[in-house]
């Protein structure tokens, strides 16, 4: 049973992407944003990026999330920024280290990362757009500085163009997903 972690910096559409997915799939879902602890939403308020002790906590509080839908044998759909390859590990495993860095099949098979690639330019103005959210645009170059963008090859992930509309956005995603699911119960 896999679980979907949209992916992607602030301002790709994981927020619209993976609630129109858990909607047209009927799976429950989980927005990351709001499993921030109050000082990391204050931090990033200030214009202050994140450091991987400040979201430890998160990712570990996330992935907790994750294997509790696993072990419930539920599909599910969670969004996360997943920047770095070991945060996508420890969101996985509950690791971050080299020694969690080998995927077993059931690894594989259990979660996938979807992640929407959109051009910087194309970040920093959608970032600006939104009204009453904690992240500023400024913190967008912090996050694309740290972005390790996965490799299909290597991690359980598929690459979407996000850098068009959404509804073209969410037909490639939900092809990407109907094609991992089959012949799971889609």
Avoid at 115 to 125: G, I, N, Q, S, Y
Avoid at 134 to 141: H, I, K, N, T
Wanted: a negative charge; hydrophobic letters at 45%.
């Amino acid at each position: 049973m896999p679980v979907f972690i949209v992916m992607g910096p602030s301002g790709c559409g994981k927020t619209s992407i993976a609630a129109a997915m858990a909607s047209h799939f009927g799976l429950p879902y989980a927005e990351a944003d709001e499993f921030h602890s109050e000082a990391n939403q204050s931090k990033m308020r200030r214009g202050e990026p994140l450091t991987d002790a400040d979201r430890l906590p998160w990712l570990l509080e996330l992935h907790r999330r994750v294997a509790d839908w696993l072990a419930a044998g539920q599909d599910a759909v969670i969004t996360c920024s997943a920047l770095k390859r070991s945060y996508r590990r420890l969101l996985m495993t509950g690791r971050s280290d080299e020694a969690s860095a080998v995927s077993t099949d059931a690894d594989a098979s259990a979660v996938l990362f979807i992640h929407l690639a959109v051009p910087r330019e194309t970040l920093l103005a959608r970032v600006a757009a939104r009204r009453g959210h904690f992240f500023p645009a400024g913190l967008v170059e912090s996050q694309l500085a740290c972005l390790e963008p996965p490799d299909p090859a290597e991690e359980p992930a598929v690459l979407v163009d996000a850098d068009r509309p959404e509804p073209a956005v969410l037909q490639a995603v939900i092809g990407a997903v109907a094609q991992r699911l089959q012949p799971h119960r889609f």
